[in-house]
């Protein structure tokens, strides 16, 4: 059974960072595909970013709304993601999730999801 939980949500100021980890079990994330995903109140979800494999090089991308200031990453040891959110502002709140896919290669289409923290930036 594939579990993902994530941790490090939390209220902070606008211009604050906050680093959100997720720790897999049942998978290992050096075949799988992660990715990050938030939903803010009464919008639809939208992907943040995620880490993908083409052979043995590792691809990153990252929605519009977050390049430059949320950087993805990964420790393999410890089969867990990070999602490092810098200059946050108000409209990063939201309910951030961690997903994994069964594939190596694309982020985009998870096949598991965790739980979700919240993350509330003040302004």
């Known amino acids: 059974q594939v579990q993902l939980v994530e941790s490090g949500g939390g209220l902070v100021q606008a211009g604050g960072s906050l680093r959100l980890s997720c720790v897999a079990s049942g998978r290992s994330i050096s075949t799988s595909a992660m990715g990050w995903f938030r939903q803010a109140p009464g919008k639809e979800r939208e992907p943040v970013g995620g880490?993908?494999?083409?052979?043995?090089?590792?691809?990153?991308m990252y929605g519009d709304s977050v390049k430059g200031r949320f950087t993805i990453s990964r420790d393999n040891a410890k089969n867990t993601v990070y999602l490092q959110m810098n200059s946050l502002k108000p409209e990063d709140t939201a309910v951030y999730y961690c997903?994994?896919?069964?594939?190596?290669?694309?982020?985009?289409?998870?096949?598991?999801w965790g739980q979700g923290t919240q993350v509330t930036v003040s302004s």
């Open positions: 880490l993908s494999w083409s052979g043995l090089t590792t691809i990153t």
């Open positions: 997903t994994a896919a069964r594939t190596r290669n694309n982020w985009s289409r998870p096949d598991y």
